[in-house]
Nanobody, 128 residues
């Protein structure tokens, strides 16, 4: 069982930055792939980024070059640094865990249905 807690959301002006954190319980965190998704009201979950248990990193085209995902296994935490934020980045952001030691190709990790555990979400608001 893995429990995830997101933090770091808030209000920022367009062009600004935020860093989201996803902290997990459990001693096997390093064996999980962690993904970030976002969701606007009335819309489906959208893949943002993922970092696998073997260190593979994937980004959605919409955030590539602006967002950076990283993990610190000693702290059971995955980060996503979000720079050059745009109004269209405003959403509720969720982190999710897939694993342990599960397949981590982009064709798998981009789908929310492939994740076993989810956090409660953190709101990101970007003012124009």
């Amino acid at each position: 069982q893995v429990q995830l807690v997101e933090s770091g959301g808030g209000l920022v002006q367009a062009g600004g930055s935020l860093r989201l954190s996803c902290t997990a319980s459990g001693r096997t965190f390093s064996s999980y792939t962690i993904g970030w998704f976002r969701q606007a009201p009335g819309k489906e979950l959208e893949f943002v980024a993922a970092i696998s248990w073997i260190g593979s990193i994937y980004y959605a085209d919409s955030v590539k070059g602006r967002f950076t995902i990283s993990r610190d296994n000693a702290k059971n935490t995955v980060y996503v640094q979000m720079n050059s934020l745009k109004p269209e980045d405003a959403d509720v952001y969720y982190c999710a865990a897939r694993g342990p030691h599960s397949g981590a190709y982009y064709s798998i990790v981009r789908y929310s249905s492939e994740y076993n555990y989810w956090g409660q979400g953190t709101q990101v608001t970007v003012s124009s």
